[in-house]
């Protein structure tokens, strides 16, 4: 079993002033560490404020939790919100981006914890530290993202006065995808809208999977044909049929991809043939494609578009408020 250290830094207790601002708290899912079952008890063994250090690699700042189940330790972060964003908006984007696509970034994983905030207030956690929600990697200094944080500072998009769920993800071509298809629900703030990300490294890609990956991926096996069965109104990937020794299994390409791998499989935007036992792919896009696309933004941004006009195209109809106000 891997050893994990911890490393508890001198204490620094911050002004009170300012942990009476909104803050956030997560779970640190960062490969060490994961989520606890759903059901499983867990209490909390040790409390700290100050600094931690994992594996003598990231560094985390704020109030430390460690927690204890029948799974083993869970570690929570608590911070001031703006101080995790800006972790969250350099983790989520890229180097040198323009600054607008940055202020864009910030406002909507603002938006995005501060909705997972409200879902999971009975839990000890708001949200995680992963790409399930998104990637936060704890202390960061970075002056631009600052900068971009600091001047969109409590802004959030709502939608008929409540928090939107700010989906967003890497890379989409030609069109983002529709909500429906993917979490199984429609919201009128998230329709597909045409885009263009030719900065993307994902703006196209190729694949080979030997059948015997499939097989160990999916828990199958005497896989003889994978076919396709059909595609979403945005031309992704819907169903895949796979032709076993049992008979037909029909598998949703969002399942196929989650059980291959997020890495290994960018998107369910592809083509493929399945030929001599490799499934031979082309496609383009990285992530779930509903949302704000991440690179198309980024070129928003360096045609001239604002922040707020970027918001706007990908969640029409929202509003931009500040948090706090209008009952939020």
């Known amino acids: 079993m891997k050893r994990v250290f911890f490393v508890f830094l001198i204490s620094v207790f911050l002004p009170a002033a300012?942990?009476?601002?909104t803050t956030i708290r997560v779970l640190i899912t960062d490969g060490q560490f994961k989520a606890p079952q759903a059901n499983e008890n867990i209490k909390l063994?040790?409390?700290?404020?100050?600094k931690l250090l994992i594996s003598h690699d990231k560094p985390f700042s704020g109030k430390i939790e460690v927690w204890k189940g029948s799974g083993g330790l869970y570690l929570v972060n608590e911070m001031p919100l703006e101080e995790y964003l800006k972790s969250v908006v350099k983790a989520e984007t890229g180097t040198d981006w323009a600054m607008e696509a940055l202020k864009a970034q910030a406002?909507?994983?603002?938006t995005?914890?501060?909705?997972?905030?409200?879902?999971?207030?009975?839990?000890n956690y708001d949200i995680t530290s992963s790409t399930l929600n998104q990637v936060y990697e704890g202390d960061i200094d970075d002056e631009k993202v600052s900068e971009a944080v600091k001047a969109t500072a409590g802004e959030v998009l709502t939608y008929k006065g409540k928090l939107i769920q700010a989906f967003f993800h890497s890379t989409s071509v030609g069109e983002t995808e529709d909500p429906v298809e993917v979490f199984g629900k429609s919201l009128p703030y998230l329709k597909p809208v045409k885009v263009k990300s030719d900065l993307s490294p994902y703006a196209s890609w190729a694949?080979?999977?030997s059948v015997q990956e499939i097989e160990a991926a999916l828990n199958m096996e005497g896989i003889k044909d994978i076919r396709l069965k059909s595609r979403t109104v945005?031309?992704?990937?819907?169903?895949l049929e796979i032709d076993t020794d049992k008979g037909v299994t029909v598998v949703k390409a969002t399942d196929f991809r989650r059980m291959m791998g997020w890495r290994k499989l960018p998107s369910t935007a592809f083509d493929f043939e399945f030929k001599d036992g490799y499934m031979?792919?082309?496609?383009?896009?990285?992530?779930?494609?509903?949302?704000?696309?991440?690179?198309?933004?980024?070129?928003?941004?360096r045609s001239g578009k604002t922040y707020k006009e970027i918001l706007s195209y990908f969640y029409p109809g929202t509003s931009l408020v500040l948090y706090g106000n209008q009952g939020i």
């Open 18 to 21: 300012v942990y009476a601002e």
């Open 45 to 50: 063994v040790d409390q700290t404020m100050g």
């Open 107 to 110: 406002v909507v994983s603002r």
């Open 112 to 123: 995005y914890a501060l909705y997972q905030k409200e879902q999971n207030e009975h839990s």
């Open 207 to 209: 694949r080979r999977f």
């Open 234 to 239: 945005t031309g992704r990937v819907r169903e």
């Open 280 to 301: 031979d792919m082309e496609g383009s896009g990285y992530g779930h494609g509903v949302g704000m696309c991440q690179w198309s933004a980024l070129e928003m941004a």
